[in-house]
């Protein structure tokens, strides 16, 4: 995500990934925790009543200082359901190009 600084206000950029974002939504942003309300959602500088999944776009949040906000960071619905830390995960991992040989215990 990238930031810009818009009277006083800090904007988040980037993509709506699952669920929506509306005004007056409270979100949580990680990894920090820092909560805060949604005042607008623009895309290509128009007011929207709402984003969906696929949607690339910034929205006015309420008393945050750009500094307390990085590229990296993910926001989610804080009344509904916070991003949480994961226990565990499992993942698929493709190597396309090692210089060495990979065998089992590497």
């Not at 590229?71 to 493709?94: C, H, M, N, W, Y």
Request: glycine share 10%; proline share 6%.
């Amino acid at each position: 995500k990238q930031w810009y600084q818009r009277r006083v206000r800090a904007v988040p950029v980037g993509r709506v990934e699952t669920g929506v974002i509306k005004p007056g939504m409270i979100v949580c942003f990680g990894p920090t925790g820092l909560t805060t309300e949604v005042k607008s959602v623009e895309m290509h500088h128009e007011s929207m009543a709402e984003a969906v999944p696929g949607d690339n776009v910034g929205f006015n949040i309420k008393n945050v200082d750009v500094k307390e906000i990085k590229r990296g960071f993910f926001s989610s619905d804080a009344k509904i359901d916070p991003a949480t830390e994961a226990l565990t995960f499992e993942a698929q991992v493709i190597i396309t190009n090692h210089p060495g040989k990979i065998s089992a215990g590497y």
